[in-house]
């Protein structure tokens, strides 16, 4: 292959991050949305309903974000095979909050296992 049939195959660009590297960033920043609302919420300063909502809405954007980006909703990485189970929990407890089936209790201990996890990065 010569100079110049190199330059004519497709590629992702110079300093462009792999998919998987993307996918997993997008479920980090949602994951980072709830967390930076969990300290209020945990010291009584947000109450459930705003933290529900928050937890909710950052699923529902890496969703709608996911999907711009062309994604089917497959993890393509280990990291983000990982990452989805703690996007599945943040909108099971928001959504059940919300619906009803779940107190701020538990609210309060979903949020404050992601803390632990997620909120000294």
Same mark, same amino acid.
């Given at each position: 292959? #010569? =100079? @110049?049939?190199? =330059?004519?195959?497709?590629? /992702?660009? /110079?300093?462009?991050?792999?998919?998987?590297? &993307? *996918? /997993? $960033? !997008?479920?980090? =920043?949602?994951?980072? !949305? =709830?967390?930076?609302? /969990?300290?209020?919420?945990?010291?009584?300063?947000? @109450?459930? @309903?705003?933290?529900?909502? &928050?937890?909710?809405?950052?699923?529902?954007?890496?969703?709608?974000? +996911? !999907?711009? +980006?062309?994604?089917? $909703?497959?993890?393509?990485?280990?990291?983000?095979? %990982?990452? %989805? #189970?703690?996007?599945?929990?943040?909108?099971?407890? $928001?959504?059940?909050?919300?619906? $009803?089936?779940? +107190?701020?209790?538990?609210?309060? !201990?979903?949020? &404050? *296992?992601?803390?632990?996890?997620?909120? &000294?990065?």
């Amino acid at each position: 292959m #010569n =100079a @110049d049939q190199a =330059a004519q195959q497709p590629h /992702a660009g /110079a300093g462009a991050p792999p998919a998987t590297t &993307t *996918q /997993a $960033g !997008r479920m980090r =920043a949602a994951i980072d !949305r =709830a967390v930076a609302v /969990a300290p209020g919420f945990l010291h009584g300063d947000v @109450d459930a @309903d705003h933290m529900a909502h &928050t937890m909710v809405g950052a699923v529902r954007s890496y969703i709608e974000q +996911d !999907r711009a +980006d062309g994604g089917d $909703g497959n993890e393509r990485s280990p990291e983000a095979r %990982q990452l %989805q #189970n703690v996007l599945a929990e943040l909108m099971a407890c $928001g959504s059940g909050y919300l619906a $009803g089936r779940c +107190d701020a209790a538990c609210v309060a !201990r979903t949020m &404050t *296992q992601v803390m632990r996890e997620f909120g &000294t990065r």
